[in-house]
Structures are given as C-alpha cells and as structure tokens.
C-alpha cells in the first residue's frame, strides 16, 4: 500500500525523503512524489514507474528545501498517472497533502468542494482532503488572520472530523513552514524522533537509518512535528503523551546484506528468525514453554471452547497448520477461517471462543476488521503478529509477537515459519495449562522444537539440488502442489508462492482429493510437485503419486533424507533433513520457497515487488 515519509530539520528534505522512500518500496506502489517547502511557497515533483523517474526528474528539477513530504502511491482511485500521483495541493497552493488509505464519502466531499468553487485536478479520493483543509484553512484566516499556526491545525481537526474512511496523513501549509502535521485512522503512521530534526513514516525501516526512536501512533491521532518538538493530540484535540519504543532492528537488518533480492536473504534469515522468536519463551534444555505474555490463565485455558484462526494469504495457510496441532496437543476445537470471509458470514462464536488473528505487517485490513467482529461477538482475541505496535496487536486482546526482523519481500517467507513457531508455542502452552498431555510428552515436545533452527540450516543447503530444478521447469506454465495433513497447508504455500513471484498458475492440493478432479489435469506437461516426507500418510502419498505417474506427471518428490524408495517414482528428489512428522511443515516449507524464487529469477520476475501485489494491504 503507499507509503508516507515527512521530514522537518536541517538536512536537505529531498535526500532523507528519496531514501526512506525507498526502504519503503516493498510496500508495493506505481508512482510516487514529493513536495518540498522552501520560502514560504511548495514545490511537488511527480512521477509514474519505479522511484528511479523521481530521481531522474529531481536531477532535471532539484527540490531545495528543510520540510517536506514523500509518498509512494498504490493506486485505488485513479489509474497511476502523474496527476494522480501524490502529493496534492489545494488550488492557491496553500495546502498540500500526502495519503494512505480510501476516504469513503470523497464523492459527496468532492460534490460539496465542487459547488464551493474548489477545482479538481486529479481522480483521486485524496484530493478531497487538500481542498477541504483549504477550505477550513481560508475560513479561519479570513476571521484571525494572525494566529497562522493555531488555524492550519484547526483546520486540519475541522476537515478530519468530516473524512469517513481510512487515513494516514501528512500535510503541510505553506504559511506555517515550520510545521508538519500527521493524522492517522486504521492505517498505520509512526513518528522518528531525532536530534533537532522528526520524521513522520508509514513503517520503520523508512527512518531506522536516522534514528531508533519511535512513536506509534494511535487511531485518531493528529500529531504536530518541529524541528525540536513533537506534540501528539488524540481525537478530541487533547494533548497526549504516547510512549516512545526504541526499535531494536539493526538498519542493516533492513538491507539486502549481499543477497541479490530482500526475498532470498529472508528465506536464508530463517533459523534466526526462528531462534529470535523461541528465545526466552523455550527452555531449549528443558523444553520448558513459558508463554505468561498472553495472559491466558490455567483457568481460562480450560474453559476455552474452541479457537478459530483467522488470517489472509499465508497467514491463512499458518493458521491451517496450527488447526491440526491445536487439536491433536490440546483437544480444542479448531476452525480456520480467511478473514474476508469471516467478517462477512456472521460467524457463531461460542461463548469462550479464543480468536487468533494472524498478521506479518498486523495492518491487513480484513483481518483488522475480523478481529474487531470477534470482540463485538464477545470473542477473546490474539494476535501473531511481526511487526511491533500495528493495529492488530492494538486491536487484540493480546499479542504474540513473532521476532522475525522486517520482511521486505512481498512474499512472505520468514514470517510465516515464524507465525509456526508462535503457533506450535502456543498449541503445547495451551497443552500444558488445560493438561491435555503428559508433562514428559510436553518436555519433548519442546526440547524438539528446540532443535527447529538447526534443521531449517541443514535444510537451506538443498538450494543447490533446486536450481537444476528451477532451470528443468521455469518455462512451464502450470504447476500441481499436493501434500496431506499437516502438509497440505504447506502445498497450498508451496502453489502461493510459486503462484505470486513467477505468476505460473499454481494449484495446492490434499492429494487424497486428486482422483475426485484434478487427475483429470494430469498430463506429461504438468509438473507435479508432490511433499512425501516420513509421516502416517506416507504410504498414501505414495498411491496418490503413482496415479498421477501412470497418468504422466512429471514428479518432483520433496523426501525424507534415506529414503531410497522414492527414487524410482520420481523424477527429481529434493531431500530434507529427518524431523519428528508434526514439525515437519516448518522444514518442508523452505524447499518451496526456495524452488518458487529460483523459477521467478529464471523468469524475470521483480521478486521483491511482483505485480499487482502490496506488502501490507491495508484496504479492503
Ligand atoms: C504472502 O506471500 C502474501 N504476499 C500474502 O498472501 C500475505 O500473506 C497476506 O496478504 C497477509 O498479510 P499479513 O500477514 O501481513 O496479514
């Protein structure tokens, strides 16, 4: 979704601004801007494309300036164009706003501003905010002409209190060049704070190079940045001192670090990120869990009566793994649903119900609105989230944070073998407080997961087994995916990740489903990627397999290390490390993302940033 970046101090704004910007990309967008103000006037540049024809343009046309505002736009209303690209300006170039979010009731605003006199330049719902702060902004000069400063933030209230939606905001008055203002409603919005300059930013690695000091704001907030002075109001206007976290994230956790993609160098983070999000809450020795931080008590947890997980996309497909290990440990019912289903059917919630949203960015727009039904139904909620301080882990109950570092890649990779570890934390903390399992059994359990990290490197050496691979089956333009169990949400993974980086249609299968359809697709030219490691079901996967080979398929098998039978049934053999059959998804998952990044390189793709996709959707 778009990305906002202000900046007030002494440096020149054009640089702070262009290089957040640009650790801001992988939220996906197709155009973007800035406007800089000096002298007591503004001066924008605009551009579509990559944030490479705004530098180029910035080059032809320097911005000079200490206060400005930068945005990377994702386009919802208006196709990307230059004149819809962001910042926009009321007509007397008074006032000039950057946005994210959708502004519902723009259409009625718009009809208003038009029959004020307002002229409109551009398609989008933004547009509405510029010329209704103007509006406010002229009104309140024309009666006290002399208090400047106390007017933009006036009017800015005023304008705000009409705007239903969704917003994150940064807007700048040229008449009060010493000030910046944000405002943010179900989109995210945080502010740096610096030495004599503050930054204003949709996520943190945007500022992380200039400080490590945030504030995250809260929904309704307005927030008033100087050079040496933040001031946070809430919704009623009333000053507010929010809390400042320091981030603990190294800025070079943020960066490529040598890989060629942030998706490559995430996939190979993952036994960090595994032991990141295990340290203090696994006795590694003992296998001890202490989960306290979701203050479910003994009590409460024998009460539950079913838990329902909820999440989009991968997060969707983590929640799916964690309904087998929920029931199986802890004898709770478990449901999985996809949020924009969810908030939409009316779900019966029984009394008691545990509701656990799973997020990596904590800012998907169905899942926040998901959570907010499950609190009207009376439902306790939890959030798995990767990112500190989004609106899920605000809207919940409470939170479960998954320690992952920032991911960057559109396609979630470490995120979401970190949302399994918070899982199966939670599955034998919940195990252990409602007694469902033998203590010993527990303590195994841990000890074993304990070793996940460890696995996941051995496993990451099998890259060089999968570009081979990649290179046999990049042309292809369909792909099957088939697992069961517990592995079958990892086919769906395996289908959505090769799916979202190379865009070869990809389909996820339980294999024992084939022969009720999908057989029907088999044919020498659909390769079929079957997850056969040592589990219960591996005998059956075996019969799924060799009816789809006598039917043709071209079989890669993802096997257990030692297992020689496979061998003869498969053309490739990708082996992963021996692992107890219920942490099996963890490792299986890597082999397919790594296979999915390889076809998508092979083929060209933008891996990082692939078409039509944003990292954190924040609408709906
Ligand atoms: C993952 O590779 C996808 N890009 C996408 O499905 C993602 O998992 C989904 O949009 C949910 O995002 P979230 O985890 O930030 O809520």
Request: glycine residues 8%; hydrophobic residues 40%; positive net charge.
């Amino acid at each position: 979704m778009c990305g906002i970046l202000g900046y007030i101090g002494d440096r020149q704004a054009t640089t702070v601004l262009l290089d957040g910007l640009r650790r801001l990309e992988y939220r996906g967008y197709d155009s973007s801007g800035m406007v800089v103000c000096a002298g007591g006037s503004f001066d924008l540049r605009r551009s579509v494309g990559k944030l490479s024809n705004l530098e180029t343009l910035l080059q032809k046309k320097p911005l000079k300036g200490h206060v400005g505002l930068g945005h990377t736009r994702w386009a919802t209303h208006g196709v990307p164009s230059e004149a819809n690209a962001h910042p926009h300006a009321d007509a007397s170039g008074d006032i000039v706003v950057v946005h994210n979010g959708i502004i519902e009731n723009y259409l009625s605003l718009k009809k208003a501003l038009i029959n004020k006199g307002f002229n409109f330049r551009s398609e989008t719902d933004t547009e509405v905010a510029a010329h209704l702060v103007s509006s406010y902004w002229k009104a309140l000069a024309k009666k006290n002409p002399k208090t400047k400063r106390d007017n933009f933030i006036k009017a800015v209230q005023l304008a705000l209190k009409e705007i239903k939606g969704t917003y994150a905001l940064g807007i700048l008055c040229s008449s009060v060049p010493d000030l910046v203002i944000g405002a943010r409603r179900d989109c995210p919005l945080i502010v740096g704070l610096g030495k004599g300059e503050n930054f204003l930013a949709s996520d943190v690695p945007a500022i992380l190079s200039y400080t490590k000091e945030v504030i995250f704001l809260e929904e309704g907030d307005l927030v008033l940045l100087e050079k040496n002075r933040v001031v946070c109001l809430d919704e009623n206007g009333k000053e507010i001192k929010r809390p400042t976290t320091q981030i603990l994230w190294d800025p070079v956790q943020a960066e490529k670090a040598g890989y060629k993609h942030f998706m490559h160098k995430e996939i190979h983070e993952q036994p960090r990120a595994v032991e990141d999000t295990l340290m203090g809450r696994l006795h590694a020795k003992s296998g001890e869990i202490d989960l306290s931080e979701t203050q479910i008590s003994a009590q409460e947890a024998r009460k539950i009566s079913q838990i329902r997980f909820i999440g989009c996309g991968t997060s969707w497909h983590a929640g799916l793994v964690g309904s087998y290990l929920i029931e199986k440990y802890t004898g709770i019912p478990c449901v999985v649903d996809i949020a924009s289903e969810f908030r939409y059917r009316d779900p019966l919630l029984k009394p008691n119900t545990l509701v656990v949203a799973i997020s990596q960015s904590g800012e998907t727009a169905d899942t926040l609105a998901a959570v907010r039904l499950a609190k009207m139904k009376g439902a306790k909620t939890l959030t798995i989230a990767n990112v500190v301080g989004s609106s899920l882990t605000r809207e919940a109950h409470g939170t479960l944070l998954t320690h992952c570092g920032p991911e960057i890649g559109v396609a979630s990779t470490k995120a979401f073998t970190g949302q399994l570890i918070v899982i199966y934390l939670l599955t034998l903390y919940l195990a252990r407080l409602r007694k469902s399992v033998p203590r010993d059994q527990l303590m195994l359990l841990g000890q074993q997961l304990a070793h996940v990290s460890q696995w996941i490197t051995e496993t990451l050496k099998c890259e060089k087994v999968i570009v081979p691979i990649a290179k046999s089956y990049f042309r292809h333009g369909h792909f099957l995916f088939l697992g069961r169990n517990l592995n079958y949400p990892i086919a769906l993974e395996g289908a959505l990740k090769l799916k979202e980086i190379s865009y070869i249609f990809a389909e996820g299968y339980p294999a024992g489903e084939m022969k009720h359809g999908p057989i029907a697709l088999i044919d020498e030219s659909m390769p079929l990627l079957a997850i056969v490691t040592q589990s219960q079901v591996y005998d059956k996967m075996l019969s799924n397999i060799e009816e789809a080979r006598s039917r043709g398929a071209d079989v890669i098998a993802l096997a257990t290390k030692g297992d020689n039978v496979i061998r003869d049934k498969a053309a490739h053999v990708i082996y992963v490390p021996n692992v107890p059959e219920d942490l099996s998804p963890l490792i299986n998952v890597i082999p397919l993302q790594i296979l999915a990044y390889h076809v998508a390189v092979l083929r060209g793709c933008d891996v990082d940033q692939p078409r039509n996709l944003a990292k954190s959707v924040t609408v709906e």
